[in-house]
């Protein structure tokens, strides 16, 4: 499975901005696809994650009711898009895939199937 994300950039405080994923390599609606991020000297921690055929999300506190997940099967593809961005959201946001649900949601980001290679979101004035 490769996962090649895009979107990342940029911007100003209360901007919004959509990331992509791009999945391919098995079939897409076999896996659970969510977004972790990490800041220099963290752990990568999980933003957002949505199930097979888009049926369930799950949000970290610091993003619900500005971030959305969603998923097109059809185009193998998952975005996050993110409305009302704050400085503290800047990090390197990746793109994650497994066939579990609670293997995405326990944090054990050890025993995740699939990463992407990150794309950086800076919000900064």
């Known amino acids: 499975v490769q996962l090649v994300e895009s979107g990342g950039g940029l911007v100003q405080p209360g901007a919004a901005l959509r990331l992509s994923c791009r999945h391919s390599?098995?079939?897409?609606?076999?896996?659970?696809m969510a977004w972790f991020r990490q800041t220099p000297g963290k752990e990568r921690d999980i933003v957002a994650a949505?199930?097979?055929?888009?049926?369930?999300?799950h949000y970290a506190d610091s993003v619900t009711g500005r971030f959305t997940i969603s998923r097109d099967n059809a185009k193998n593809t998952v975005y996050l898009q993110m409305n009302g961005l704050k400085p503290e959201d800047t990090a390197v946001y990746y793109c994650?895939?497994?066939?579990?649900?609670?293997?995405?949601?326990?944090?054990?980001?050890?025993?995740?199937?699939?990463w992407g290679q990150g794309t950086q979101v800076t919000v900064s004035s």
């Open positions: 994650v895939a497994d066939p579990v649900w609670d293997t995405v949601l326990s944090g054990r980001t050890l025993d995740i199937a699939y």
């Open positions: 949505i199930t097979y055929f888009g049926g369930k999300s």
């Open positions: 390599g098995d079939t897409f609606s076999r896996y659970v």
